[in-house]
T-cell receptor, first 111, second 114 residues
Framework: KNEVEQSPQNLTAQEGEFITINCSYS?????LHWLQQHPGGGIVSLFM???GKKKHGRLIATINIQEKHSSLHITASHPRDSAVYIC?????????????FGKGTHLIIQP | DAGVIQSPRHEVTEMGQEVTLRCKPI?????LFWYRQTMMRGLELLIY????????DSGMPEDRFSAKMPNASFSTLKIQPSEPRDSAVYFC????????????FGPGTRLTVL
């Protein structure tokens, strides 16, 4: 079973700061997802990637398949970015098509 | 599209009672997933279906849990009998056809077993 580790577990920053959240996994994957869970509990998919980099607005996600590592970056952070960010991976074959999740990074952006 | 619909949103029950959680996936999505989220364990996959057929139920904690998908637009997760340690948020998610697609999550059902 894949082990998914996220760091940091908790992060508090000031509005405008550049944010980086890291995710490492132990076994080869077919895809990696970054999810955002709002304070109300709803989960939204931010990115799904299997190689390279993706950008959406102020969010950037990168993945290094060889190093089994992904990062989520937030530029010009804003209080509305405060949420739990969860990394999840999908196996590369022979197992569940569901996701294995990291424990999440609790991000607070202070005005 | 209304997205993935789950009901009820909140459920409070007493230990030993039967609990049924319901999910309507996004129309046209071939995959349906049930997840459980707790403070201690985070998000965990319980079971998933492909074209209404259960593919992997290895995450189902024990025989008290069962899931069905009688048709493409409806799935249930049943707990009988319920126990306090089953208290969690249960999410349903759906995904179109094949591997590598984004999953769309429902709002979740918050279950409290007293």
């Amino acid at each position: 079973k894949n082990e998914v580790e996220q760091s940091p577990q908790n992060l508090t920053a000031q509005e405008g700061e550049f944010i980086t959240i890291n995710c490492s996994y132990s076994v080869g994957i077919s895809a990696l997802h970054w999810l955002q869970q709002h304070p109300g509990g709803g989960i939204v998919s931010l990115f799904m990637l299997s190689s390279g980099k993706k950008k959406h607005g102020r969010l950037i996600a990168t993945i290094n398949i060889q190093e089994k590592h992904s990062s989520l970056h937030i530029t010009a952070s804003h209080p509305r970015d405060s949420a739990v960010y969860i990394c999840a991976v999908r196996g590369s074959g022979g197992g569940a098509d569901g996701l294995t999740f990291g424990k999440g990074t609790h991000l607070i952006i202070q005005p | 599209d209304a997205g993935v619909i789950q009901s009820p949103r909140h459920e409070v029950t007493e230990m030993g009672q039967e609990v049924t959680l319901r999910c309507k996936p996004i129309s046209g999505h071939d995959y349906l997933f049930w997840y459980r989220q707790t403070m201690m364990r985070g998000l965990e996959l319980l079971i998933y279906f492909n074209n209404n057929v259960p593919i992997d139920d290895s995450g189902m904690p024990e025989d008290r849990f069962s899931a069905k998908m009688p048709n493409a637009s409806f799935s249930t997760l049943k707990i009988q009998p319920s126990e306090p340690r089953d208290s969690a948020v249960y999410f349903c998610a759906s995904s179109p056809g094949f591997l590598g697609n984004e999953q769309f999550f429902g709002p979740g059902t918050r279950l409290t077993v007293l």
